[in-house]
């Protein structure tokens, strides 16, 4: 299929043969497995064949996670280091930026590190899994990460909603429920907030939030479009258009059957294109150009 412009995911798992970086045998059981996705998914692509794949789902770019899901303290854990996410970077700059994860409990080194990643690395921000550090999103803990990044003037995605049962050996809390946003908001103004995975179940929550708060926003990954709640849909399509980003979490949601669900949804022009493209560029401040937007929509605002 075809597509009139390049979408942005900005959401994506780092998924990739040959570059020194293997999921753990848990996380496989636990994708292919409770999730479902296709084990040919998993460290299967070269980069060039993840360009490729990228190129018929109508995805220009994407944001590769340097991941840190958990402390490392803990057995069941997953890195991805950030100079691995790096050295993609720079070798398809066009193609891919990288998101810097991050750990509360690395206190300072952790901060230094996520300041390298943005000011010589070049990432455009921050990434959290709160679950995996088993405290809210609203915990004093996080704090430092959150002001490290307001100061830098990044913005920071973390899940938000359900926490699925990765390991029987070390199940963990749902702590993300959306409104636990509310109060990083309220504290952190100039932070722009990002809660991805649509806030399932508790996405009306979400959307609350993101409706609240001008510096909350939330990413649609993980869940295939065709499923997401109506309220979700009409929210995209109407009065939240400029609040929500596109994303897969790649390998959980392929990016060709993603992009191929969307366009049966029914969005209105100047919403896809917000949704797939123009709104992740401003949110981000990427140095990308943006789609144009439908004349009558233009004249509306």
């Known amino acids: 299929m075809s597509y009139e412009f390049g979408a942005i995911d900005a959401v994506c798992n780092f998924e990739f043969s040959g570059v020194g970086v293997e999921r753990p045998a848990w996380s496989k059981k636990f994708l292919t497995g409770k999730i479902g996705a296709d084990g040919k998914m998993l460290g299967s692509f070269t980069v060039e064949a993840f360009i490729e794949k990228m190129d018929r789902a109508g995805v220009e770019h994407a944001f590769l996670i340097a991941v840190k899901s958990g402390s490392t303290s803990h057995k069941i854990h997953r890195r991805v280091p950030y100079d691995k996410v790096a050295e993609i970077v720079r070798k398809y700059p066009t193609r891919f930026s990288g998101l810097a994860g991050t750990d509360p409990t690395e206190g300072k080194a952790g901060l230094d590190e996520l300041e390298r990643a943005v000011k010589e690395l070049g990432f455009v921000g921050a990434h959290l899994y709160p679950h995996w550090f088993e405290q809210p999103p609203d915990h004093a803990g996080y704090y430092p990460i959150y002001e490290t990044c307001q100061r830098l003037g990044v913005p920071i995605q973390m899940q938000v909603g ?13 702590v993300g429920r959306p409104i636990t946003l509310d109060r990083i908001a309220i504290d952190f103004p100039a932070l722009k907030v990002v809660g991805i995975h649509i806030g399932w179940p508790w996405t009306e929550e979400m959307i609350a939030m993101a409706w609240k ?42 990016p060709e059957r993603a992009r191929a669900e969307i366009e049966q949804l029914g969005f209105r022009e100047d919403a896809k294109r917000l949704l797939l493209r123009n709104n992740v560029i401003d949110l981000y401040g990427l140095k990308l150009p943006k789609v144009a937007m439908p004349a009558k929509a233009e004249a509306e605002e």
């Open 162 to 174: 359900n926490c699925l049962r990765y390991s029987d050996e070390r199940p963990l809390p749902s």
């Open 213 to 254: 708060h001008p510096n909350v926003y939330i990413g649609c990954d993980a869940y295939a479009p065709k499923h997401w709640p109506p309220s979700f849909v009409h929210y995209i399509n109407s009065w939240g258009k400029r609040k929500v980003i596109f994303g897969t979490d790649f390998p959980v949601i392929d």
